[in-house]
């Protein structure tokens, strides 16, 4: 909540303005940075001043207060002030069409993130244990298995990736556009509550199922549907990807002539992609399961979660849509449609669990986030083609979602997820998806 608070819906809100302003796009980035980073400090200020409230907050109602709390509220203040700082440098990079070097830092961080959570885990207790160089130092400070190390493990990576940064820092300059900056904000804010909401959809459902179902089995639920989550994250993890390269494009070529065209082309061959990634999961969930870790009877149990993978995916195949389809009100400056969109999708999510929670544990959810997405894909859509119409290959694409659903079925339950027929039934949709798409597809590859 509070990344999505303090990037303020910049990110978005930078590549429409460069689109808009091409003659004037350092002033663009400029606006854009000193925004997050004015309200990062006011935040990192105000944050640092109540952590002893906070703390106490966070703790409220258990017997026994942990000191330990001050230092990690610190810790969590200064991580999100330092990621707050690297938003707007890593978009400059995406929009310069540098994927290599957003990667690379990318990596990085998580690199240095994982490797001296080892050093804090395993590496420091090695070397205390067989005393070996360091063993001295090391033992006038270290404490063996606090939490707080993986909470400085994170602030030092997220600070490395800011020096990293520095090339794109250094062409800052403290030049303002008061005029430009009030139009920002403008089409900002809706961005910031259409991101808070989406962030309710995607985790609001795990809380609910802590809080509504009976105590006994709550924590059990919530694992078997976290595990299940998993599974179906590997899609979300290509959709996501697929944003990030996507948007910038989407926003350079608004101007083009065929700019309409060109975008219903990327939403056919987008949904071809996604269906197909979610057909080889489906198929080859046999082997993934085994992703799920445990002794053999907590994998069993994690294993009855199975069930509702394919609904998560269609979920995530539904946001993958709604995520291309929200370019219209991004592009033609309607971002409070993007607000009320998602505000359909975060009432729908927390109405329908408090309902069918206590009566379907973690299948309602699962449903529910599928109902949730589609809704705001539809909305998404109806309203994009009276607003800002686009040419989408409507019958094409809902026919390779259809046949994909029956594809899915037969796999899943007609079949009982045997992996040889649902890797032909998988192969069966590439080939029909390349079959139908081979003009378009030679067009490419003459292209390049």
């Not at 990318?106 to 360091?134: D, R, T, Y």
Request: hydrophobic share 55%; charged share 15%.
């Amino acid at each position: 909540m509070l990344n999505a608070i303090l990037s303020f819906g910049m990110e978005t809100t930078f590549f429409r303005y460069l689109q808009k302003y091409e003659k004037n796009k350092d002033q663009v980035y400029q606006n854009t940075f000193f925004s997050i980073a004015t309200l990062a400090g006011i935040f990192g200020l105000f944050a640092l001043l109540f952590v002893d409230d906070i703390s106490a907050w966070m703790q409220r109602g258990s017997a026994l207060i942990n000191p330990d709390y001050g230092s990690y509220v610190k810790y969590f203040i200064f991580i999100l002030v330092v990621d707050a700082l690297a938003v707007i440098p890593f978009a400059k990079i995406r929009a310069d069409g540098r994927p290599l070097r957003y990667g690379f830092l990318k990596f990085i961080n998580v690199l240095v993130f994982i490797s001296l959570n080892l050093f804090f885990i395993f590496g420091i207790p090695l070397i205390l244990k067989e005393q070996l160089l360091g063993a001295d130092f090391f033992s006038s400070w270290f404490r063996p298995g606090w939490v707080g190390y993986v909470f400085i493990s994170n602030l030092i990576a997220s600070a490395l990736t800011l020096v990293l940064l520095i090339p794109e820092l250094s062409q800052l300059k403290l030049r303002f556009d008061v005029k430009m900056i009030r139009e920002m904000l403008s089409y900002s804010w809706p961005i910031l509550v259409a991101n808070i909401s989406f962030i309710i959809n995607e985790n609001i459902d795990k809380v609910m199922l802590g809080r509504l179902l009976p105590a006994e089995i709550s924590q059990q639920e919530v694992g078997i549907y976290g595990a299940a989550c998993k599974l179906a994250i590997f899609l979300s993890i290509f959709i996501q990807a697929f944003r990030l390269g996507a948007e910038p494009f989407f926003f350079s070529h608004a101007k083009h002539e065929h700019a309409p065209k060109t975008y219903a082309r990327i939403m056919t061959f987008f949904v071809i992609t996604v269906c197909a990634i979610c057909l080889g999961l489906v198929a080859n969930l046999e082997i993934l399961k085994y992703f799920i870790r445990g002794n053999a009877e907590q994998q069993e149990l994690y294993w009855s979660g199975l069930q509702i993978v394919p609904v998560l995916l269609f979920a995530y195949i539904s946001l993958g849509i709604y995520m291309n389809l929200s370019i219209w009100y991004k592009l033609s400056d309607q971002t409070r449609y993007g607000l009320f969109i998602s505000g359909v999708g975060a009432v729908l999510t927390i109405a329908l669990n408090i309902w069918l929670i206590p009566q379907y544990s973690y299948v309602a959810s699962a449903w529910i986030t599928l109902i949730a997405y589609v809704t705001m894909m539809l909305l998404s859509y109806i309203l994009g083609q009276k607003n800002y119409p686009i040419p989408y290959q409507l019958g094409k694409n809902l026919g390779y979602i259809f046949l994909t659903a029956v594809l899915v079925w037969l796999s899943f339950k007609l079949f009982n997820k045997n992996l040889i027929v649902g890797n032909v039934l998988f192969l069966l949709f590439v080939c029909t998806a390349a079959l139908v798409e081979r003009k378009e597809l030679k067009a490419l590859f003459k292209k390049s």
